[in-house]
């Protein structure tokens, strides 16, 4: 580009116009980039008999595993036409997966993973009109933790923000009446990889959704009203505000009609078990669920963000004494068909559908990027008011290089005895090294 | 009766004056807002050079789209380069504002005190909307650099306006700002701004100079400078929902 705008200097002097108005149109259509992703990772978890994970049986989860995590990301500019294609190539190394073996440096092999994280492409027909399809992570609300307002995706929140969340699979129609007001109809075709759409866990019904989004000032806000194929109905909605030059609030919230999730209740459809994970008529009622959050940041760099949710679709405390009861009870069962039925609920308490599973949730954040030009540290904390179970994770990323980064993240959970056994993680911790080219 | 009559007539004089001097000066403001970005649509490449202490802190590229009118102010800014910073972008609109990176899923709101601590945080300078944000609460007559100039003290609309009160230097010939000084809640000076003109463009079918250098210096870190280099302009024509959040996961 350098050479052109020389080049034109020199053709037309140093006085004459040299019209940079058509530098945007010589950009290449095409852009990509490849981050490269090893880390190595140690995790503490419940395997108990007794516990939501007896022997690891359940989510045959892995004390130390490693991988290679390939992101490239394609990018494809035409004349009002965008593709984005973000292709995965997961090489993972788990050690001593399952069944738990007595060496525990047990070299299990490697595994490949060949998938999209993004394979979207969008049509802008006009200034107000564009449609927009493909296999994405679907973004609305406003909160920074969790958001209710999303009846797509239902886990919008990670403990790791190393490891990117499922995409799903979306058909859009947006009309943006100007650049304040826009109207979208959302469908939701596929549930593409994501875990809780798995058998034997729920299953997935085509999702329609109207999202109208309001811009203001120092606001903005939107309602999405949606329904699925199963008969289940969500009014969505988020507004935030910055109310001074440090402080902006928000608040993000759901009214439910049936929602798509597992709760505890006694007896069994075939009798041989005292409890059972259903999705049944208790959800045939509306559930509430909201939050409400702020954020300030410090003058001296910091941002600390506070938010408070009350998780209408969690459990009260006599689902959850089902709950607990249906984990501790699930040891009994010791025949293959009840074992495996006892399994199967432990399968759907740990994907229950629900991100959380009780009612009344405080989360703390914070955080500062670019310190010291290197460093960027964040600190989380996840506290249940329900049952006290805390979890707290600190993650810290130093670039080392422009194109090199190693990070470190630590996680710890702590909970009364009592709930022990219905907690999957205990500890984690992750160290690795981003290389970006 | 006679005196009363020529106060009359001096008064309404006066009065028709300090409108057409208003009138003029505002219309000036809007044009020095136009020569940094004020448009309907706008794209350019700022080289961003951060000096703290007379040493080279940091050296990164954005690529800014925005958009400005009357009643609008909005800004796409895009972190290109080093490669540690891309994926980084920051989107403006008005005084509501949303941050993303590469591991955060959801765009992220953001305050004004926020937007200001990284590395970018000088380059709300170029593309500041003075004419929308604040009121002129005065004018005098002046000189930069032996260019005869109104100086404006221009006082901000509402608290969220990172800087409530800016002193703004604008040649009379070419309505070009070419000092400002950038004062905080309690009067007092935080930075120091000029500005150079030296990108030739065309809008419109009309040629213009333009906005090519920003030196902005740090008035409590005496030592510190940013030093925006500005290149690539062109006006592009956006859709309705460009400066919408959702198109910050693109």
Redesign the interface.
Same mark, same amino acid.
């Given at each position: 580009m350098k050479k052109i705008f020389i080049i034109l200097l020199i053709l037309y002097g140093q006085n004459s116009y040299s019209f940079q108005k058509t530098d945007s149109l010589k950009r290449n259509p095409f852009s990509w980039s490849l981050q490269t992703m090893g880390f190595g990772r140690s995790t503490g978890f419940a395997n108990a008999i007794g516990s939501i994970n007896p022997e690891n049986r359940i989510a045959k989860l892995n004390d130390f595993d490693g991988g290679i995590y390939f992101r490239p990301e394609f990018r494809l500019k035409l004349k009002g036409v965008d593709f984005w294609a973000k292709p995965r190539i997961h090489v993972d190394f788990p050690q001593n997966p399952y069944p738990r073996g007595q060496n525990v440096w047990n070299y299990e092999g490697y595994s490949t993973e060949l998938f999209f994280q993004e394979l979207k492409s969008r049509w802008q027909i006009n200034n107000h009109f564009s449609v927009q399809g493909g296999r994405y992570y679907k973004q609305i609300g406003t909160s920074i933790f969790i958001n209710p307002s999303n009846p797509f995706i239902a886990n919008t929140s990670r403990l790791n923000p190393k490891i990117e969340l499922f995409p799903m699979d979306f058909l859009e129609v947006s009309f943006a009446s100007n650049s304040s007001w826009n109207y979208t109809l959302i469908a939701n075709v596929g549930a593409a990889q994501t875990p809780v759409f798995q058998e034997p866990f729920l299953t997935f019904n085509r999702n329609y959704g109207m999202l109208i989004e309001h811009y203001g000032d120092a606001n903005n806000e939107g309602i999405i009203f949606s329904a699925d194929e199963a008969g289940r109905f969500r009014l969505g909605g988020y507004a935030q505000k910055n109310i001074s030059e440090s402080v902006v609030l928000w608040t993000d919230f759901s009214a439910d009609y049936r929602p798509n999730r597992f709760y505890p209740v006694a007896g069994s459809s075939t009798g041989l078990l005292n409890y059972e994970m259903v999705n049944g008529s208790e959800n045939d009622k509306i559930f509430v669920s909201g939050l409400i959050g702020s954020s300030y940041t410090f003058k001296w760099g910091p941002t600390l963000q506070l938010e408070y949710y009350h998780n209408g679709k969690g459990y009260n405390q006599e689902q959850f004494e089902r709950f607990s009861t249906q984990i501790n009870t699930a040891q009994n069962y010791n025949f293959d068909v009840t074992r495996d039925l006892a399994d199967l609920n432990l399968g759907r308490s740990i994907n229950s559908g629900l991100p959380l599973n009780r009612q009344n949730y405080v989360f703390t954040q914070f955080g500062q990027n670019d310190l010291f030009d290197k460093l960027n540290i964040n600190i989380r904390n996840l506290y249940s008011i329900d049952d006290s179970v805390n979890q707290i994770s600190a993650l810290v990323e130093y670039n080392v290089a422009d194109n090199l980064e190693i990070y470190g993240l630590g996680l710890k959970s702590t909970m009364p005895k009592s709930v022990e056994s219905t907690q999957l993680i205990n500890y984690q911790l992750m160290i690795g090294l981003i290389s970006k080219f | 009766m006679k005196n009363i009559f020529t106060f009359l007539i001096f008064s309404i004089l006066s009065t028709s004056f300090s409108f057409a001097q208003d009138s003029e000066v505002m219309k000036a403001l809007k044009k020095s807002d136009f020569y940094r970005g004020g448009s309907e649509g706008v794209?350019w490449r700022v080289k961003v050079q951060n000096i703290e202490q007379g040493q080279l802190?940091?050296d990164l590229v954005l690529s800014v789209e925005g958009?400005a009118n009357d009643n609008?102010f909005?800004s796409l800014i895009s972190f290109t380069s080093?490669?540690?910073f891309?994926g980084q972008k920051l989107l403006i609109?008005?005084?509501?504002?949303w941050f993303i990176?590469?591991?955060? #899923?959801?765009?992220?709101?953001?305050?004004?005190?926020?937007r200001l601590?990284?590395?970018a945080a000088n380059a709300d300078v170029a593309a500041a909307n003075y004419a929308k944000d604040y009121t002129i609460e005065s004018v005098e007559n002046g000189t930069y650099n032996n260019v005869n100039c109104w100086v404006l003290e221009l006082k901000a609309k509402d608290?969220?306006? #990172?800087y409530p009160k800016i002193k703004y230097w604008i040649s009379k010939k070419e309505n070009f700002g070419l000092q400002a000084e950038f004062y905080g809640k309690s009067d007092k000076l935080i930075k120091t701004a000029t500005f150079e003109y030296n990108?030739?463009?065309?809008y419109k079918s009309q040629?213009y100079d333009y906005l090519s250098k920003i030196s902005i210096s740090d008035m409590i870190n005496k030592e510190d400078k940013t030093i925006l280099s500005i290149?690539?302009?062109?006006?592009?024509?956006f859709?309705?929902?460009?400066?919408?959040?959702?198109r910050l996961?693109?």
């Open positions: - | 794209e802190k940091n958009s609008h909005y080093p490669k540690k891309e609109r008005d005084n509501s504002m990176k590469q591991g955060l #899923t959801n765009p992220v709101p953001i305050s004004s005190r926020q601590s990284g590395s608290n969220l306006i #990172t990108n030739k463009i065309e040629k290149s690539g302009v062109s006006f592009p024509v859709s309705s929902a460009k400066f919408q959040k959702e996961l693109d």
